[in-house]
């Protein structure tokens, strides 16, 4: 086991420790360092991944480390998106499109480019010195997560005006069972 082994909370069963590890690993690992981290036996490790897996909530991927496993980014932003239209209104979301769009054009202007590949393309210039390829670089990582970010509002948008079509909300009580029927 691992030195560094978390202190679990009482209560919490073998799947959920595995389930924990696993969806907060940015990179791959296999069964074994997981079942060592969530203080489970291998072969439960394996069982409740294989299980994550099949549900699609967990990518299988081979690495050099054999069969290892990390969160399926689909999923990842389709929970995301969901969270955003469950927590905030309609004029928050907004808001927060606003706040990035302001943010880009701030870019765009201090930087002197049209797009985020410019951006990029720039960060070789040989005129500028480390400090400053270094701040653009930060910049690059930043601008790429306003644009998923852009991207999960703008769906949570649309799936709270669906919902609201429905006259489901977004609310935690809805089930697709209480959709209305057609016919």
Known sequence: ???????????????????????????????????????????????????MAEQGDLEVVETAEGTCYKPDPVTQFLDEVRDLAETHSQEELTAELRDIADEIDRWKHEFDVESLAELRQSVGDDDLSAEQRR????????????????????????LKDSLTELGAGTDSGFTPDSQPQEG
């Open 1 to 51: 086991m691992s030195e560094k082994q978390p202190a679990w909370p009482a209560g919490m069963d073998a799947g959920e420790r595995v389930r924990h590890v696993a969806f907060t690993r940015t990179t791959p690992r296999n069964a074994g360092w997981i079942a060592t981290e969530a203080d489970v036996s291998r072969d439960t490790a394996v069982k409740y991944l294989s299980r």
């Open 135 to 158: 701040e653009r670089l930060d910049v690059v990582e930043e601008w790429e997560y306003d644009v998923e970010m852009r991207e999960a509002i703008r769906l949570a948008i649309g």
